[in-house]
T-cell receptor, first 112, second 112 residues
């Protein structure tokens, strides 16, 4: 089983739709979680960190489900500009240097 | 605010030629620095990380090497490039061990 897994998609959704992605992780000791957005041929950019209680930033909501070992990203009222690949990242807590493991990303295409 | 620079932006090199990619970070001190490679349609592969000047850890054995001659400078090198070295090379920094990573704009390398 991969350390971090994502459905590669693509998810093709119409403008205004709500879409959700999941990211599963295998290390139950994982403590920190992130969502990044990567546009075509660009670097990943931090979208949001994922907190235990869940967090929201405008149209974006991130949730953590420790029991089932996955994080989710919900995008409401999708915009054309949301089209991108969304990467999740997971970091264990073990003191000292902690390697972040990235998923391979889920591609989202918002259609007019 | 912190900024991260990479150069060159794109590079086309023949097989067997040397390589030197540079990354610099501004606006912070003693950052953790990382080199990743992203092959076409694939996830981020951590190549090297550094927690301080002259301190380099390798994640994947290969014909690449890294050096950190100054606090905010990270260099990725190769003596002889292989076709399989083609990819998108991303430098990232974090403040402290394992904190959120921020990526530079990347270098797209094509080895012919």
């Amino acid at each position: 089983r991969k350390e971090v897994e994502q459905d590669p998609g693509p998810f093709n959704v119409p403008e205004g739709a709500t879409v959700a992605f999941n990211c599963t992780y295998s290390n139950s000791a994982s403590q920190s979680f992130f969502w990044y957005r990567q546009d075509c041929r660009k670097e990943p950019k931090l979208l949001m960190s994922v907190y235990s209680s869940g967090n929201e930033d405008g149209r974006f909501t991130a949730q953590l489900n420790r029991a089932s070992q996955y994080i989710s990203l919900l995008i409401r009222d999708s915009k054309l500009s949301d089209s991108a690949t969304y990467l999740c990242a997971v970091k264990p807590y073990s003191g000292g240097y902690q390697k972040v493991t990235f998923g391979t990303g889920t591609k989202l295409q918002v259609i007019p | 605010s912190q900024t991260i620079h990479q150069w060159p932006a794109t590079l086309v090199q023949p097989v067997g030629s040397p390589l030197s990619l540079e990354c610099t970070v501004e606006g912070t001190s003693n950052p953790n620095l990382y080199w990743y490679r992203q092959a076409a349609g694939r996830g981020l592969q951590l190549l090297f990380y550094s927690v301080g000047i002259g301190q380099i850890s390798s994640e994947v054995p290969q014909n690449l090497s890294a050096s950190r001659p100054q606090d905010r400078q990270f260099i990725l090198s190769s003596k002889k490039l292989l076709l399989s070295d083609s990819g998108f090379y991303l430098c990232a920094w974090s403040q402290g061990a394992g904190e959120t990573q921020y990526f530079g704009p990347g270098t797209r390398l094509l080895v012919l």
